[in-house]
Every structure is written in C-alpha cells, then in structure tokens.
C-alpha cells in the first residue's frame, strides 16, 4: 500500500517520491486513499491501459451502470462529455472538433498565435514586477483559444475564471464563477444555433453523434473542457518553462539559434513539468495487468506523470534535458483514443510564448520567493503567480 493521495494538499510537491515508491513494487500500485484505487506508474501499463477502453471505461454515467464513474477521483460533478465517454460514441464526437485541429490548421494558427504573443509582450512594462502568468501565458493561451472556439477575444477576461486574472481571494467560490462562466458560454451556444459561423461553436451545435444532435447541456461539457480546461494547462507549460530557463541561462543561446532545439525542450517541459498529472479509468471485468489483479468495479488512476519518470523509457528521468531524443514520448497529453486534441496547439504555443520572452526579454529574472502554485482543479498542476523583474 502506498501513500499516493491525489486530493492531498501536499501532492503536487510529492508525486515524483510517492510515484517512485510504487515502482519500487512494480508497475502498479494501491492507494487507500477516497475509498481505495490502483495507481499505475509503469509506462508501458499505462499505454495498454489507455488503448483498452472496453475494459478501462471512461465512462462518467453512474445512471446508466453506477461503476461508470469518470475520469476524476472523486468523480467531477460536471461530467466532461468527449473525455468521460467511450467509443464508438467518443470517437464520433472528436470527429466534430478534430478539423480545427488538423497540420493544416496548426500551420495556419501560428501567425494568430505570434500575434497575440507579439500584443502580451508589448504590454508588459519593464519598470515594475509582472506577473507571467497573469500577463503573459494566460492571455496568450486565452486568446489563440478563444479565437480559435469562436469566443469574441476583446472579452477574453470574462470568459476565464476571475482567479486565473488575479480577482480570487480566501473566500473565492470556485463553483459560483464556474457557473457564471457557463452561462456566458450557453448564451454563445444559443447564439450560435441562430446564426452559424464558422468555429468550433457552430460545429458542435450543427454537428450529429450516432444519428443525434447535441442538446446544450453537451456542447457546454465540451466547450467547458476547451475553455476552461486548456487555459491552465498550457499556461502551465509556459510559466513552468519559464522558470527551468531562468535558472539556467546558460541554454538561452543555443535555444534561440536552434528552433528544432526549443522544440523539443518544449517536449521535455512538458514531460517534466506535467500540467495533467493523471486521469482514471473505471474497470468494467476482472483483469491481471502488471502483476496485479484487478477487479470489476474497482478503479484505476493512470499517472501520466509518473509514467514519464519511467527509467525504463526515459533515461536519468528525473533530470531535464532539453536535448532528450524521446521527449516527445511523453503521456502528459494522455495517449490511445483519449489523446488531447490540442497537444500540437499547445506544443506551438509553448515554443513560441518561449522564444518570445527570450528574444525580447533575455535578462528577465524570476523572483523564486513570490511562486505560487496553481490552485489544483482536478488532475491539473501548475502556477498561478510567476513574478519577474523584465530588464
């Protein structure tokens, strides 16, 4: 039995010791923790895992079979419809988003993206302490997100939840601003079922799965996961890159004179630094996988970050190298039919928010004392205050 809690206060300081201390035993491990769940941490059981989804369900319909419990621990009480179903169903969904996210149209996105990086950089003011995160990574993520959902970006504040823009507090009320954020996006939604355009919105509430529409209530669960579900975990990579580059100075050269090179110390961030430290799976019959036996009705949490700690994939893993040749192997993303459909989106975007702050601003400073973490929400880590003197 491990101490693995993925709700602890302390988690995101101690997964990479709790995770190790578990493949110490073998791929797969037990938590007693939220009523007792496995913990796979071996790369190569999370892969098959993520590739068995008749077995290892994502499933969020307690309803329809009460095992049917999600992808969260405990399960989200707002159920994210294309990453808590399973095929062939999910697979018809992600056929609605995935022609926004074709090469073709990650080509095309990277002048959008430069220009909002472009506008952040010029925004920031070399005579006091900026915020990073606040002023730079959120906004950027935010408006080549939005722009690309179909979000008017001159409104980009009021669709992201106040604390990602400094307006929280100790009495914050997290599920009151997420209902606030839901109601502008079902307006939009309403909208859009008027008069279509040409966007992720207007492809969702056009679209048909399995031979039906999508009522509101599903093309909000999916915009829910587009909007307020990839803001903090790009911004993640960002700010988490930012700071690995401030401590080692020495790299900036050969960074910005090779792009194949930030690329893939881009890859490496995001192994390193996962933004989405895991996910569940809910196991439909009884299976033996990495030595253990698994029983039907129990669940599963797949650690996306300790798999990329796996000394059987990723050499010296717990050392950054931002020349690693399989980077790029990492599971941050998830892997098999449940893989983001925005990993390249956010590939692009970190490369580029990276290099913008490095060309423009290579003699900022990072003011370690003032980080903040993130606020967890869910399987999601990084940092909500990054404080940096620019000149």
């Given at each position: 039995?491990?101490?693995?809690d993925?709700?602890?206060?302390?988690h995101?300081?101690?997964?990479?010791?709790?995770?190790?201390?578990?493949?110490?035993?073998?791929?797969?491990?037990?938590?007693d923790?939220?009523?007792?769940?496995?913990?796979?941490?071996?790369?190569?059981?999370?892969?098959?895992?993520?590739?068995?989804?008749?077995?290892?369900?994502?499933?969020?319909?307690?309803a329809?079979?009460?095992?049917?419990?999600?992808?969260?621990?405990?399960?989200?009480?707002?159920?994210?419809?294309?990453?808590e179903?399973?095929?062939?169903?999910?697979?018809?969904?992600?056929?609605?988003?995935?022609?926004?996210?074709?090469?073709?149209?990650?080509?095309?996105?990277?002048?959008?993206?430069?220009?909002?990086?472009?506008?952040?950089?010029?925004?920031?003011?070399?005579?006091?302490?900026?915020?990073?995160?606040?002023?730079?990574?959120?906004?950027?993520?935010?408006?080549?997100?939005?722009?690309?959902?179909?979000?008017?970006?001159?409104?980009?504040?009021?669709f992201?939840?106040?604390?990602?823009?400094?307006?929280?507090?100790?009495?914050?009320?997290?599920?009151?601003?997420?209902?606030?954020?839901?109601?502008?996006?079902?307006?939009?939604?309403?909208?859009?079922?008027?008069?279509p355009?040409?966007?992720?919105?207007?492809a969702?509430?056009?679209?048909?799965?399995?031979?039906?529409?999508?009522?509101?209530g599903e093309?909000?669960?999916?915009?829910?996961a587009?909007?307020?579900?990839?803001f903090?975990?790009?911004?993640?990579?960002?700010?988490?890159?930012?700071i690995?580059?401030?401590?080692?100075?020495?790299?900036?050269d050969?960074?910005?004179?090779?792009?194949?090179?930030?690329?893939?110390a881009?890859?490496?961030?995001?192994?390193?630094?996962?933004?989405?430290v895991?996910?569940?799976?809910?196991?439909?019959?009884?299976?033996?996988?990495?030595?253990?036996?698994?029983?039907?009705?129990?669940?599963?949490?797949?650690?996306?970050?300790?798999?990329n700690?796996?000394?059987?994939?990723?050499?010296?893993?717990?050392e950054?190298?931002?020349d690693?040749?399989?980077?790029?192997r990492?599971?941050?993303?998830?892997?098999?039919?449940?893989?983001?459909l925005?990993?390249?989106?956010?590939?692009i975007?970190?490369?580029l928010?990276?290099?913008g702050?490095?060309?423009?601003?290579?003699?900022?400073?990072?003011?370690?004392?003032?980080?903040?973490?993130?606020?967890?929400?869910g399987?999601v880590?990084?940092?909500?205050?990054?404080?940096?003197?620019?000149a």
């Amino acid at each position: 039995m491990s101490q693995f809690d993925l709700n602890a206060e302390d988690h995101l300081d101690r997964w990479v010791e709790q995770t190790d201390a578990i493949r110490v035993e073998g791929p797969i491990g037990w938590s007693d923790a939220d009523g007792g769940y496995w913990v796979a941490v071996g790369y190569d059981c999370v892969v098959e895992i993520t590739k068995n989804w008749e077995v290892f369900s994502c499933s969020n319909d307690q309803a329809r079979d009460p095992r049917a419990r999600g992808i969260g621990i405990p399960p989200f009480a707002f159920p994210m419809l294309l990453s808590e179903s399973d095929p062939p169903r999910q697979t018809k969904l992600r056929l609605l988003e995935i022609p926004f996210f074709q090469p073709s149209k990650m080509k095309a996105q990277m002048p959008i993206v430069q220009g909002h990086i472009d506008a952040c950089l010029a925004a920031l003011d070399q005579g006091r302490e900026v915020d990073l995160f606040r002023e730079y990574a959120m906004p950027v993520v935010a408006l080549t997100t939005m722009a690309l959902v179909g979000i008017d970006i001159s409104q980009w504040q009021a669709f992201t939840l106040k604390s990602f823009h400094g307006e929280g507090g100790p009495d914050f009320d997290l599920n009151s601003d997420t209902n606030r954020v839901h109601q502008m996006l079902l307006d939009l939604i309403s909208e859009r079922r008027a008069a279509p355009e040409s966007d992720i919105v207007s492809a969702l509430v056009q679209g048909t799965v399995l031979g039906e529409g999508l009522d509101d209530g599903e093309v909000l669960s999916m915009l829910h996961a587009l909007v307020l579900g990839g803001f903090d975990t790009t911004a993640g990579l960002i700010t988490s890159g930012l700071i690995w580059l401030d401590e080692h100075r020495e790299d900036h050269d050969r960074l910005r004179a090779d792009d194949a090179l930030l690329a893939n110390a881009v890859h490496e961030f995001i192994r390193f630094y996962p933004s989405v430290v895991g996910g569940a799976r809910n196991i439909m019959r009884d299976i033996e996988i990495g030595g253990r036996k698994l029983r039907d009705g129990d669940r599963i949490y797949l650690s996306w970050a300790g798999a990329n700690r796996d000394p059987a994939v990723f050499e010296a893993p717990h050392e950054l190298r931002i020349d690693r040749p399989n980077a790029d192997r990492n599971l941050t993303f998830g892997h098999g039919p449940h893989r983001c459909l925005g990993l390249e989106l956010a590939r692009i975007t970190g490369r580029l928010a990276l290099r913008g702050i490095l060309d423009r601003y290579p003699e900022y400073r990072i003011r370690r004392e003032g980080l903040v973490r993130h606020r967890a929400h869910g399987q999601v880590a990084g940092w909500s205050c990054v404080p940096a003197n620019l000149a």
